[in-house]
C-alpha cells in the first residue's frame, strides 16, 4: 500500500516543471563544484587546497554541495503534497479506504524520497562526466564516487522529505508562511551542522574535512578547521592540489547517517497524532448528519435572471480596484495590523530600515500575482475575457499598490527630508518587485516559485550584497533606471507568455 501511494505521488510530480528545472539546477551545480583548475571560485575550499579531481573529491565535494542545494531549492519541489490531496478530492476518496494515517504519511515521504533520489542519481552521473572532463584523474571508481551520495546526500535528503510533510501537516505552514519560514530553518541547519561535532555528522562537511585535515597533515601542512568554507566562494589565486584519500567508509560513519533517516522517519510520522486523514467528522469531532447534501449535489439555479446595475466611472480604474480586492482577499487582520504598524515604524526609522521591512512584509500577497486563476481554477473563465493584456496591467498596478501601501511611510519620510534619489530608487524597486512576482505566477504558475526565490534575494541585500539592491537602500547599487528596465523586461515577459496562453484557448 505504501509503495502505491509513493509511485503514484511520483510519477506524478517528475512530471512537473519545477522538477526539470531543479534537475537542471542540480546539473549546473555538478559543474559549479569542480571547476577548472584555473579558476578563482569554487564550491569547497580546503584551506586553500582541494582535491585532485578524482573519483572520490569530485563525487565528495558534489555530493555535500548536492545536498544543501536540494536541501533548499528540493524542499519546494517536494511540499505541497497533502493540499494537492485535498483540493483534487484525492483525500475524500482515500478517507474512504482502509489506509491508516501513518500508512499515508509513510508512502507521502517515501514520494518524497523518491523525488530526491532521482535528483541525486543524476548529480551522481555529473559528477562522473565532469571527473572525465577535467582529466585530472581518468580512473573511475565506483564505490568512490557513489558512497558520498549515498552517505552525504541522500540521508539529509531524507530528513529534508520528512520536514517538507512536517510542514505540510501544520496548517499555519502549509501555505506560503512555510515556505518563507523553511529559507531561514535552511540557512541555519546550513550553517550549524557544517561543524565537525556536528549531530549524527550534519551535511557531512565534518567527514571530509577530517579526512582533509589528517591527509594535508602527512604532507606536513597544518590547517584549522576555520580554513575549511563551503559555498561559491571567490579565491585570490587558484587552489593547490593534493591526493585526498577519500571518506573512511566505517561504521561510525554509517552509523551516524543510519541515524539520520531514522530521525526522518519518526519526525515523517509524527503528523499521524493528529493529522486526520481528509475525514471531515474526525476534524470536527462530529459525525456528518444523514440527511447532508452531498458534496457535489446540483444546486438550486437563480429564478430569474440576475439584473446589474450600472456603474459608472472609468473601466481601467474599475478593473484596477477589483484586481487589487482580489488581491488582498482573504488577507488576515493581523496582516492589516503588521501593516499599520510599518507604515508607524517607517516614518520614524531610517528609509533604508523601513523599505527592507516594507520590501519582505508582502511577500505572500505578492506571490500572488498571476498565479490566482490557476490555484482558484478559473482559468478557463478568464480565457474568454477580451481584455487579457488589459487584466494583466491591472494586477501588475494592484502589486505596485502594495508595495505603495507599506512603503508608505520611509516615502513620505524621503519626501520631507527631500530625499529624491532614493524615492526615485524605490519606485523602480516596487515597479521590479510586481513585474518579477507576476513573470514567476504566469510561468510557474504557483506563488511557491516568487517565495523560495525572493526572500532569498532580499537576504542577500539585507546582508550588503549592492549588486542585487534593488530596493535602493545600499550604496553601490544599481542605477533606479535599471533596475526599472530589468521589471520592464520581466513585465514583457509576462504578458507574452499570457498573450500566448491565451491565444491558445
Do not use: C
Request: aromatic fraction near 8%.
Amino acid at each position: 500500500m505504501i509503495a502505491g501511494l509513493a509511485l503514484a505521488d511520483f510519477r506524478d510530480r517528475v512530471r512537473r516543471p519545477a522538477y526539470a528545472v531543479t534537475l537542471l539546477a542540480a546539473v549546473g551545480l555538478g559543474y559549479l563544484a569542480a571547476p577548472a583548475a584555473d579558476a578563482r571560485w569554487v564550491i569547497l575550499d580546503l584551506a586553500g587546497y582541494r582535491g585532485v579531481y578524482d573519483s572520490a573529491y569530485v563525487g565528495a565535494v558534489t555530493a555535500l554541495a548536492g545536498a544543501v542545494w536540494l536541501m533548499f531549492g528540493g524542499f519546494y519541489v517536494v511540499r505541497g503534497t497533502i493540499r494537492r490531496d485535498e483540493r483534487t478530492g484525492v483525500g475524500q476518496v482515500l478517507a474512504a479506504t482502509p489506509v491508516s494515517r501513518v500508512a499515508y504519511l509513510l508512502g507521502k515521504f517515501t514520494s518524497n524520497l523518491l523525488v530526491f533520489a532521482s535528483m541525486t542519481g543524476v548529480l551522481a552521473v555529473t559528477a562522473l562526466v565532469m571527473q572525465l572532463a577535467r582529466g585530472e584523474s581518468r580512473t573511475v571508481d565506483p564505490v568512490d564516487l557513489l558512497a558520498p551520495f549515498v552517505l552525504i546526500t541522500l540521508p539529509v535528503l531524507a530528513l529534508t522529505a520528512a520536514a517538507a510533510l512536517l510542514f505540510d501537516a501544520v496548517r499555519p505552514l502549509s501555505g506560503g508562511l512555510g515556505n518563507v519560514t523553511w529559507f531561514f530553518v535552511w540557512m541555519v541547519l546550513a550553517i550549524v551542522s557544517q561543524a565537525s561535532g556536528a549531530l549524527l555528522g550534519g551535511l557531512g562537511m565534518g567527514y571530509i574535512a577530517d579526512s582533509a585535515r589528517a591527509d594535508l597533515a602527512a604532507r606536513g601542512v597544518a590547517v584549522s578547521g576555520a580554513e575549511f568554507g563551503l559555498g561559491l566562494m571567490n579565491v585570490e589565486q587558484p587552489l593547490r592540489t593534493f591526493d585526498w584519500s577519500g571518506l573512511d567508509l566505517g561504521a561510525g560513519l554509517v552509523t551516524e547517517r543510519l541515524g539520520i533517516v531514522l530521525v526522518a522517519l519518526a519526525v515523517a510520522a509524527l503528523p499521524a497524532l493528529w493529522f486526520h486523514r481528509f475525514d471531515t467528522a474526525r476534524a470536527t469531532g462530529t459525525p456528518a448528519p444523514a440527511d447532508a447534501v452531498p458534496p457535489f449535489a446540483p444546486t438550486v439555479a437563480y429564478p430569474g435572471l440576475p439584473r446589474t446595475a450600472v456603474r459608472r466611472g472609468s473601466p481601467a480604474v474599475r478593473l484596477f480596484a477589483g484586481e487589487l480586492r482580489i488581491l488582498v482577499q482573504g488577507v488576515g487582520r493581523w496582516w492589516w495590523f503588521g501593516t499599520v504598524v510599518l507604515v508607524v515604524v517607517g516614518l520614524a526609522a531610517p528609509p533604508a530600515m523601513g523599505l527592507l521591512l516594507a520590501g519582505i512584509w508582502p511577500v505572500l500577497v505578492w506571490s500572488r500575482l498571476g498565479t490566482q486563476p490557476v490555484e482558484n481554477n478559473t482559468s478557463g473563465l478568464l480565457g474568454a475575457y477580451p481584455a487579457a493584456r488589459r487584466r494583466l496591467l491591472a494586477e501588475w498596478a494592484a502589486g505596485i499598490a502594495i508595495a505603495a501601501l507599506v512603503g508608505a511611510g520611509p516615502t513620505v519620510r524621503m519626501l520631507v527630508t527631500g530625499d529624491a534619489g532614493g524615492l526615485v530608487a524605490w519606485v523602480a524597486g516596487a515597479v521590479f518587485i510586481a513585474s518579477l512576482a507576476l513573470a514567476l505566477g504566469v510561468v510557474g504558475r504557483t506563488q511557491r516559485l516568487f517565495q523560495a526565490l525572493y526572500v532569498p534575494l532580499w537576504y542577500l541585500v539585507v546582508n550588503d550584497a549592492a549588486p542585487l539592491d534593488y530596493l535602493g537602500v545600499l550604496r553601490g547599487g544599481p542605477v533606479p533606471g535599471l533596475v526599472a528596465g530589468a521589471g520592464a523586461m520581466l513585465l514583457a515577459v509576462a504578458v507574452v507568455v499570457s498573450g500566448v496562453r491565451h491565444a491558445r484557448r
